[in-house]
């Protein structure tokens, strides 16, 4: 059996002139988490949906534990559990009748049906809310509720969009824990979000998805690693700052800088080694560097450079 429990190839998914979907492929290994990232509109609803047999691809094709979207949407259907980035409706049932409901359209009957019930409440901590009715439910009860019934028929696979929205930092702390447990229990699970920094922890691999196309695929300190060249650094020196900055400004890969005094502040793409060749440089023309301090870009700063804000 193939190690990839989630495999898309050639994603594309056209609405008219708007490519929602741009020729997108990853995977995602068996009990790993793997984070879509990306802003408002870059198509991340649309290939979850797609992967959740809602919808079809215009091209290309997606596979959940080994089977097609596009050929065997039932077989993908019992494997998969799908969170949607919106509650459904069923206002005046209470949360134990509510996953119950979905239990039976799963097809899960007596003993069965009843312990799978019951390990959900436990899990998702909505035990305490079993005889509470759907609509009293708060934001966080809601999600976790939600999430319950995406884990009634124990799917292998779990497609989460954009769970965290909305939710209160404790709840996402929460939340964050039973995605981990999940995935150590060897579900593989796809999870959105707008914000990279909220899935880094959780998230063995990320996407970043911009316009239809993935930008980049990997772990976050690689996609950090390579992405983050850029960063700035600030050089004292003793004396004869003005020359300096005159020496710097005309060198490859120095941008923005701005002398205070005997502070120079500029922009360096390069990374720790190019750092260390550039001070022995300055060192190596008779200036007296007093100090260096290299402010690396953030996650979020990475995001903000690998993406370019544009939405369709
Ligand atoms: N049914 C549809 N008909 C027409 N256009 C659509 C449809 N569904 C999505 N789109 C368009 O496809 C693009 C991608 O939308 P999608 O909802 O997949 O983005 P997203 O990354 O999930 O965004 P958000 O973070 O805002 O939920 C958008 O331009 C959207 O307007």
Same mark, same amino acid.
């Given at each position: 059996?193939?190690?990839?429990?989630? %495999?898309?190839?050639?994603?594309?998914?056209? +609405? &008219?002139?708007?490519?929602?979907?741009?020729?997108?492929?990853?995977?995602?290994?068996?009990?790993? /988490? +793997?984070?879509?990232? &990306?802003?408002?509109?870059?198509?991340? #609803?649309?290939?979850?949906?797609?992967?959740? #047999?809602?919808?079809?691809?215009?091209?290309? @094709?997606? +596979?959940?534990?080994?089977?097609?979207?596009?050929? !065997?949407?039932?077989? /993908?259907?019992?494997?998969?559990?799908?969170?949607?980035?919106?509650?459904?409706?069923?206002? !005046?049932?209470?949360?134990?009748?509510?996953?119950?409901?979905?239990?039976?359209?799963? &097809?899960?009957?007596?003993?069965?049906?009843?312990?799978?019930?019951?390990?959900?409440?436990?899990?998702?901590?909505?035990?305490?809310?079993?005889?509470?009715?759907?609509?009293?439910?708060?934001?966080?009860?809601?999600?976790?509720?939600?999430?319950?019934? *995406?884990? $009634?028929? @124990?799917?292998?696979?779990?497609?989460?969009?954009?769970?965290?929205?909305?939710?209160?930092?404790?709840?996402?702390?929460?939340?964050?824990?039973?995605?981990? %447990?999940?995935? @150590?229990?060897?579900?593989?699970?796809? $999870?959105?979000?707008?914000?990279?920094?909220?899935?880094?922890?959780?998230?063995?691999?990320?996407?970043?998805?911009?316009?239809?196309?993935?930008?980049?695929?990997?772990?976050?300190?690689?996609?950090?690693?390579?992405?983050?060249?850029?960063?700035?650094? /600030?050089?004292?020196?003793?004396?004869?700052?003005? %020359?300096? *900055?005159?020496?710097?400004?005309?060198? @490859?890969?120095?941008?923005?800088?701005?002398? !205070?005094?005997?502070? =120079?502040?500029?922009?360096?793409?390069?990374?720790?080694?190019?750092? #260390?060749?550039?001070?022995?440089?300055?060192?190596?023309?008779?200036?007296?560097?007093?100090?260096?301090?290299?402010?690396?870009?953030?996650?979020?700063?990475? +995001?903000?450079?690998?993406?370019?804000? =544009?939405?369709?």
């Amino acid at each position: 059996m193939s190690r990839d429990c989630i %495999e898309v190839r050639r994603l594309h998914r056209f +609405f &008219g002139k708007t490519k929602a979907v741009n020729d997108i492929s990853f995977s995602v290994s068996r009990g790993h /988490v +793997f984070g879509y990232i &990306g802003p408002n509109g870059a198509g991340k #609803t649309t290939s979850m949906r797609i992967l959740a #047999t809602l919808d079809l691809p215009s091209y290309g @094709d997606a +596979f959940v534990d080994g089977f097609s979207v596009v050929n !065997d949407p039932e077989l /993908v259907r019992r494997r998969l559990g799908f969170m949607p980035d919106s509650f459904g409706t069923y206002r !005046d049932v209470n949360c134990s009748e509510y996953l119950d409901f979905f239990a039976r359209a799963y &097809g899960l009957v007596g003993r069965e049906r009843n312990q799978r019930l019951k390990w959900v409440l436990d899990f998702t901590g909505t035990k305490g809310m079993a005889e509470k009715p759907v609509r009293g439910l708060s934001k966080g009860m809601k999600q976790r509720l939600c999430l319950g019934r *995406a884990l $009634i028929h @124990d799917p292998a696979v779990m497609i989460l969009d954009e769970p965290a929205a909305g939710l209160d930092p404790r709840a996402r702390i929460d939340l964050r824990k039973m995605i981990r %447990e999940l995935a @150590d229990r060897g579900k593989t699970i796809l $999870i959105s979000s707008h914000i990279l920094t909220e899935l880094a922890e959780m998230c063995d691999t990320v996407g970043i998805i911009e316009q239809g196309h993935l930008l980049a695929t990997g772990s976050v300190e690689q996609i950090q690693r390579e992405r983050a060249k850029h960063r700035e650094l /600030v050089v004292r020196l003793l004396d004869r700052a003005e %020359e300096a *900055a005159a020496d710097l400004t005309a060198r @490859d890969a120095i941008g923005g800088l701005h002398r !205070d005094g005997c502070r =120079l502040r500029f922009e360096f793409e390069g990374d720790d080694v190019a750092q #260390t060749e550039l001070v022995a440089w300055m060192v190596g023309k008779g200036y007296r560097v007093a100090e260096v301090i290299s402010h690396k870009k953030s996650l979020e700063d990475v +995001f903000m450079q690998v993406t370019e804000g =544009l939405v369709q």
